[in-house]
């Protein structure tokens, strides 16, 4: 009895797999790829023909001949497909038309309102994404998947916002569905920071591993990858640092209901809110940046003691996740080495030697793009994955 869960030489499990080796983007002979997967050179030419079909690979020159005729060699083709991918913020929104490897090929950056509720902002960003894939000469068929960042927890199984502090009458909207109503492709839906931490791996450290990215501005939050892969939790809200008690912050009260949590101590308000009690005009976090550019010393004492109360936070995270790479972002970030220095202050003191014998602990160098360029990352993951791609070539 044939066992067709394995699929026939062009099922689609078959050329599915082929491809997750292509997708690196080094081209490779027929004969290479029979070497690599122990494949015979017939089964190897029959899931080659299939992904080209499709488009997804294409021929991109002649291996070196050992006599005879030069083998082609096939790769990934960035352009047979292309994702939209939106860095929706409270204020603010980033929409850009990514390729195959995350290449943005074309963007837009506006103003908007969060609190106009999601119709509104979800209308704008596909009206955008139109445009832009207008501009391009770019058909809706060949958009392939969606990616969307917000500001706030959502539950990235639905794609619906969950309890969204400044998204009035986003909560328990689902996304994917009403966007799909005009755009029919698959929509991924993450928080702002989860998305920044793939943009910030995709466009920084690629090789990195286990790296942690940390958002400081309104709120503060992290975004955890670990053994390459984004790490969500049971429900969604790993990397929520931001509401972790510190000693510092006995008895001060946090807009989560608890109190003495980081957010309420180092976030950008939090800080501009200490100095405007000493007397400055800091209404804020921008403000309080600015001060610090200005080489005010009690802003910049401020900002270096928000970096040891982050730091406090991330010793713990060393210890629990072993990351190489720390990465600072988000607004208060712009105060550079100054919050850096207070956290690498208490992570390199506090933490065991052999945890930080190899760690780095960085500003982030993608800045306001990690979010966008992560929402793109995260479309492609999905388009690209073997059920995907499995799907394709039924």
């Known amino acids: 009895m044939v066992d067709v869960s394995r699929g026939s030489a062009l099922g689609a499990s078959g050329a599915s797999e082929l491809f997750q080796l292509l997708r690196d983007g080094r081209p490779r002979t027929r004969a290479e790829l029979a070497e690599t997967t122990g494949l ?34 096939f790769a990934l083709n960035p352009g047979a497909r292309v994702v939209l991918a939106a860095d929706l913020g409270a204020s603010h929104a980033v929409i850009a038309v ?46 392939i998947a969606i990616g969307i960042g917000l500001p706030g927890p959502v539950q990235h199984s639905t794609g619906r916002p969950v309890h969204p502090p400044i998204m009035p009458g986003w909560d328990g909207f689902d996304v994917p569905g009403w966007v799909q109503q005009h755009l029919q492709v698959p929509v991924l839906v993450d928080n702002d920071v989860n998305i920044s931490a793939l943009g910030e791996r995709a466009a920084a450290w690629p090789d990195a591993e286990h790296l942690l990215f940390v958002k400081v501005a309104t709120g503060i939050g992290a975004g955890v990858i670990s053994g390459g892969l984004l790490q969500r939790g049971a429900q969604g809200i790993a990397g929520d ?11 001060v009260p946090c807009h989560c209901g608890n109190n003495g949590c ?22 804020s976090g921008q403000d309080v940046i600015d001060l610090v550019k200005r080489g005010d010393v009690q802003a910049i004492q401020a900002v270096r003691q928000a970096g040891r109360d982050l730091g406090e936070v991330l010793t713990a995270c060393v210890s629990l996740m072993n990351p190489s790479v720390i990465v600072i972002g988000g607004s208060m970030a712009q105060a550079g080495e100054h919050l850096l220095a207070g956290v690498r202050e208490l992570v390199y003191s506090r933490s065991m030697p052999l945890a930080t014998e190899h760690l780095t602990i ?33």
């Not at 509720?117 to 058909?139: C, D, H, K, N, T």
């Not at 640092?241 to 008895?251: K, P």
């Open 262 to 283: 980081l957010e309420a101590m180092a976030s950008g308000p939090a800080i501009a809110a200490a100095l405007r009690s000493a007397g400055l005009e800091t209404r």
């Open 362 to 394: 960085v500003q982030s160098t993608v800045g306001a793009d990690a979010a966008v360029i992560g929402a793109g990352m995260l479309a492609i993951h999905h388009a690209l994955s073997p059920e995907s791609i499995a799907a394709m070539t039924a």
């Open 241 to 251: 640092i931001g509401h972790v008690q510190i000693a510092r912050g006995a008895g």
């Open 98 to 143: 990514t390729d195959l490897t995350g290449t943005v090929l074309a963007d837009h950056r506006g103003a908007i309102d969060i609190a106009d509720g999601p119709e509104v902002v979800l209308g704008w960003m596909v009206e955008q994404g139109s445009a832009l894939l207008a501009g391009l000469g770019r058909q809706h068929g060949e958009l």
């Open 40 to 73: 015979a050179r017939s089964t190897i030419a029959l899931r080659v023909d299939a992904l080209m079909d499709l488009g997804l690979i294409a021929p991109v020159g002649d291996a070196v001949s050992t006599g005879g005729r030069p083998s082609s060699r």
